[in-house]
């Protein structure tokens, strides 16, 4: 593996943990860095970090904040 993909994914957490839990992907990208790409996808999936899901996240927070606001009144 590059030395410095090494670096990103000891940089990052939730990459770091997301490697101890499927270790697979050690040898996904031991055989071709150009699987990054797949690694950060699968990533953001498991740990809902794309950007629909950070949309949905910020509806959801305010449809409670609205349904505790009108029970207040």
Request: glycine share 2%; proline share 0%.
């Amino acid at each position: 593996m590059e030395f410095l993909l090494q670096q990103k994914l000891e940089e990052d957490a939730k990459m770091a943990a997301l490697l101890k839990e499927n270790s697979y992907w050690y040898k996904e990208l031991n055989r071709d860095s150009d699987n990054y790409k797949n690694f950060v996808k699968a990533m953001k999936d498991k740990y809902h970090l794309k950007v629909t899901d950070k949309i949905s996240d910020a509806i959801d927070n305010m449809d409670i904040i609205t349904g505790i606001l009108e029970n207040l009144k």
